[in-house]
């Protein structure tokens, strides 16, 4: 009878043992493959640009360029500017609610795929569009400056994806960043290069 207790008690605490290895790795490595659930929830902070939120700097250009591809459509006789055409499905790249708002948000590994999908999508829209259009050699190189920034940011999804021990205080940071990189993604498209086609 001891022997079955003291037997019973080594199996518990073995289990024990191993529920706080994974509760320890789940908190420290939030995204491994010894987390329980593969997730972080990530707290966006509010930055301003000249005294405006991201959400107003983008919900701003939408005004104008809602007008301009109404416009664009209405317009007969004439080819589509597929510049105009073809930014409204690169904008909901950059309309994700995780950069516009500053509610936590959890990112999980379908997510972080999702997300690279997006980029890749929005970045063939842009090479299409470099394709197909005629620009000058400065707008030319203002979109590929766009899709560099684009290049970079699937390189910066799939090291978070990827990495297999990275911590939580190291993936704040590179989600920091990787928001940050979206936002300036934005700001290279919109300005300098729609602007200048304008």
Do not use: C
């Amino acid at each position: 009878m001891r022997k079955k207790r003291t037997f019973i008690w080594g199996i518990g605490a073995v289990i024990a043992l191993i529920l706080i290895y994974l509760s320890v790795m789940t908190w420290y490595y939030p995204l491994s493959s010894f987390s329980i659930h593969k997730s972080y929830t990530y707290k966006p902070g509010k930055i301003l640009y000249n005294d405006k939120t991201y959400g107003e700097i983008v919900n701003a250009f939408k005004k104008t360029y809602e007008k301009e591809l109404v416009k664009e459509f209405e317009s007969k006789g004439r080819d589509l500017d597929l510049t105009v055409v073809k930014t409204e499905y690169i904008l909901p790249l950059f309309e994700q609610e995780w950069l516009l708002g500053t509610n936590p948000v959890t990112i999980k590994p379908y997510k972080l795929e999702n997300m690279l999908f997006e980029v890749q999508h929005s970045r063939d829209i842009m090479l299409q569009l470099l394709a197909d259009e005629n620009y000058t050699k400065e707008q030319g190189n203002y979109l590929l400056a766009s899709i560099k920034n684009l290049l970079h940011i699937e390189d910066s999804i799939r090291n978070i994806r990827d990495e297999k021990f990275i911590t939580r205080k190291e993936l704040k940071n590179s989600i920091r960043n990787l928001r940050g990189d979206f936002r300036d993604g934005f700001r290279f498209y919109v300005n300098p290069f729609y602007e200048s086609t304008r």
